[in-house]
């Protein structure tokens, strides 16, 4: 292999699959007596692509998620781990930082106002060089990698100046702005330029892939054709680095050599048939009655299940379901919310204070609603495994998302899938992707909170036959298009040449804005 980096040649790998992602998909334990194993990850995508590490001989690159030296790359559930060191200071900059107090508020719509600040910017590009600097030296000549989420969207541009090789394709998990609100980051052309060096872009929602359609053309002055992007070869080997000497070619006529670039949607899905599983073994199903006994057996148990996020509509909800009681609409104890919002991200400043805030409001509605031995809010701050998830989808009856922002919301599969006995009702926020999918749902605009209110009456007070006529409709979705499916179709259009479609091409604005050089 001949191609370079700062001078160095790339050296290739052994394998002929390598995903990349900001995690290993095994979780580092320590014993009390010190020593250290590694547990699987209970996540979908461990679940969706190990079958496939081990049919190509793969390799998955990832931090460990501890400050310090990587350890070296060892074998463990039929996969090459490939650990990637960050320091403490790169935790805070580009992981606490930029990844999730610029890029996380930024793309779910500024629900929360992102920070724009250099530094963390100057180690979100030294930290995806040294991705893609261990992808690089894995993957065999030829081979495909897999390059997933936001964290890592300069990767696949020197991914692509380092192995020219490979077959690359990104997947973003969470939603892609509006150009409006992309527009407003400093580095946008650099993040477009990185996302450019995969073959495959895959999206939630087809709203999302147009979303970066528009960015092509607006941030990097490109030309798209439906779902394709031409894309220069006389591009810098460093696109997406954080220089300039990737800028756009001038001028609108197409070269031979360009690349041709697709933005497609890929929506995400849940191993429905391991899930259903879980929630039929018998212990599950004993856990779920305890859970409703030690409820005090209420008529009616709603249930929210989240990430302590700002995205997910947490407050709307407790909002719309305070409103419930003070109207007498429903009532306690006989309808009984259980709130699972599981620690996330508690240094980042935005998250401090939405733990206040929905601790406070849980106490204000215990307080006024609640009666001694009950309280119609059971909050629980804590992170469950998959087995107690499952009893506490089979023991509510409605399930609420509420998600002002979300790129899928596997949650409200995941309800589905449990829920073998045909029962149960989910009510789901239209700005999620998996409401394109789950139409049998009561969709909702969690920002109406007359309209939630109504909505989470009728699924609590909903007849058994139209329950099973819903959740028919929705585990049928669920189940026919799993996460086996998800990384199947993605996979398949990787390796397969991609083929503008007929509309007519977009060329870029006449007069493309230009980027202010932006300093350290």
């Given at each position: ?16 699959f390598?995903?990349?992602a900001?995690?290993l998909?095994?979780?580092r ?8 194993s590694?547990?699987?990850s209970p996540?979908?995508l461990?679940?969706?692509?190990q079958?496939?590490?081990?049919q190509?001989d ?5 931090w ?9 790359p060892?074998?463990?559930?039929d996969?090459?781990l490939?650990?990637?060191g960050?320091?403490s200071?790169?935790v ?7 990844s ?6 930024l ?12 530094a ?6 030294r930290?995806?060089r ?11 000549d030829?081979?495909?990698?897999w390059?997933?989420?936001?964290q890592?969207q300069l ?19 969470i ?12 580095w946008?052309?650099?993040i477009?330029?990185g996302l450019l ?9 087809q709203g999302?892939?147009?979303?970066f359609?528009?960015a092509?053309?607006r ?14 070869r ?21 070269a031979?050599?360009?690349r041709t ?7 995400i899905?849940?191993?429905?048939a391991g ?8 212990e599950?199903?004993a856990r ?7 409820l005090?057996?209420?008529k ?14 947490i ?9 419930l009681?003070q ?16 620690p996330?991200?508690e240094?980042?400043?935005?998250y401090?204070?939405?733990r ?5 409001t ?19 701050h804590q ?14 009856d409605?399930?609420?998302?509420t998600s002002?922002?979300?790129?899928m ?38 920002h ?9 009456v009728r699924a ?8 099973r006529?819903r ?24 390796h ?14 006449p ?7 932006v300093?350290?």
């Open positions: 292999m001949s191609s370079t980096t700062h001078g160095q040649p790339a050296q290739t790998g052994d394998y002929d390598v995903v990349v900001n995690r998909p095994l979780d334990v320590e014993d009390p007596d010190g020593q250290v590694w547990r699987r996540g979908g461990v679940t969706a692509l079958p496939v590490m081990q190509a793969g390799a998955w690159v990832g460990t998620g501890t400050p310090g030296p990587a350890p070296e060892f074998d463990e559930a996969m090459r490939v650990p990637v960050l320091s200071e790169e805070r900059d580009y992981y606490e930082g930029f999730n107090d610029t890029l996380w508020p793309y779910h719509d500024v629900i929360a106002p992102p920070r724009f600040r250099r963390w910017w100057d180690a979100y590009v930290v995806n040294r991705f893609a600097e261990a992808a690089a030296e894995q993957a065999a030829h081979a495909v990698v390059v997933q989420d936001y890592l990767a696949p541009g020197m991914l692509r100046s380092l192995r020219p090789d490979l077959r690359i394709g990104f997947f973003n998990h939603p892609f702005p509006g150009y409006e609100i992309f527009a407003q980051l400093p946008r052309r650099q477009v330029e060096g995969a073959d495959l872009l895959g999206f939630q929602r999302d892939a147009t979303n359609l528009r092509c053309r941030a990097a002055g490109l030309t798209t054709r439906g779902s394709m992007v031409r894309v220069p006389t591009w810098s080997a460093d696109a997406g680095a954080g220089n300039t000497a990737g800028r756009r070619r001038e001028g609108p006529a197409p031979k050599d360009d670039v697709r933005a497609a949607t890929f929506p899905s849940i191993d429905s899930f259903e599983a879980i929630a039929r073994r018998p599950v199903k779920a009655a305890e859970i409703r006994a030690a005090g057996h209420p009616t148990v709603l249930l929210g299940v989240d990430r302590l996020d700002y995205t997910k509509g407050a709307h909800r407790l909002k719309a379901y305070g409103e009681l109207e007498g609409r429903l009532r306690s104890p006989d309808d009984v919310l259980v709130l699972v919002a599981s996330s991200r240094r980042v400043e935005q401090r204070r939405l206040d805030e929905v601790e406070v849980v106490g204000r509605i215990n307080g006024e609603f609640g009666e001694v031995g009950s309280a119609p809010v059971h909050y629980l992170s469950y495994p998959q087995e107690e998830m499952a009893a506490l989808y089979l023991a509510a409605v399930m609420l998302v002002l922002r979300d790129g919301n596997l949650v409200a599969k995941e309800y589905v899938a449990c829920r073998h006995d045909e029962s149960g009702a989910l009510v789901l926020s239209e700005f999620t992707g998996a409401a394109d999918e789950l139409g049998s749902a009561f969709l909702v605009n969690p109406d909170i007359a309209g939630l209110k109504d909505a989470i609590a007070r909903i007849s058994p036959s139209e329950a006529r959740m028919r409709s929705l585990r049928r979705r669920v189940r026919e298009y799993d996460v086996a499916h998800w990384a199947k179709t993605f996979l398949d259009a990787l397969g040449e991609p083929t503008a479609v007929e509309p007519a091409a977009v060329e870029p604005d007069e493309p804005e230009r980027e202010p050089s300093q350290p």
